[in-house]
């Protein structure tokens, strides 16, 4: 009998040690997912000087914000879990799916257009409104709270 002690005690510790190591965290999942958000939009604004010009340098600084913290956790060099490959793609695919929604995109074209920038108050209006249908659409919304910071460090 006493020699099985040690067996079950293998059995019992040892796997929920090596579990332990691997689990991935909500806020881990949530950070791959908006980084793969995060990388799709990088790859829309790409190539358009305009959007580029609003939007680039913050797109650039929260990607470098996600992508370090996963390296931080160990995860993107040597760490590398299904859990985050997968919250990267559903990401990137959200964003996709997001810029072709119908809901969003037919609350849209009912929102005042754009002139060249030169009227602020008619510019802010058609921001305020297109920014009102992304709430319209549920993957709009998932993808919409990678803008908020929830990362601990």
Not at 96 to 106: E, G, I, N, T
Request: net charge positive; with cysteine; aromatic share 8%.
């Amino acid at each position: 009998m006493t020699r099985f002690i040690p067996f079950l005690i293998c059995l019992f510790v040892t796997p929920g040690s090596a579990f332990a190591q691997e689990r991935v965290t909500d806020t881990e999942l949530r950070a791959a997912y908006c980084l793969g958000v995060v990388r799709a939009q990088a790859e829309w604004i790409r190539g358009d000087l305009v959007k580029t010009a609003l939007a680039g340098k913050q797109i650039v600084e929260r990607e470098s914000r996600l992508f370090d913290y996963l390296s931080a956790k160990g995860f993107l060099n040597g760490r590398e879990t299904a859990g985050i490959s997968m919250g990267i793609i559903r990401g990137k695919n959200d964003l996709a799916q997001c810029r072709s929604d119908p809901v969003k995109l037919a609350c849209q074209a009912a929102c005042p257009k754009i002139g060249d920038g030169s009227d602020i108050v008619s510019t802010t209006k058609s921001l305020e409104c297109t920014g009102r249908c992304v709430d319209k659409s549920d993957v709009c919304k998932r993808t919409k709270g990678c803008l908020h910071d929830f990362l601990p460090f």
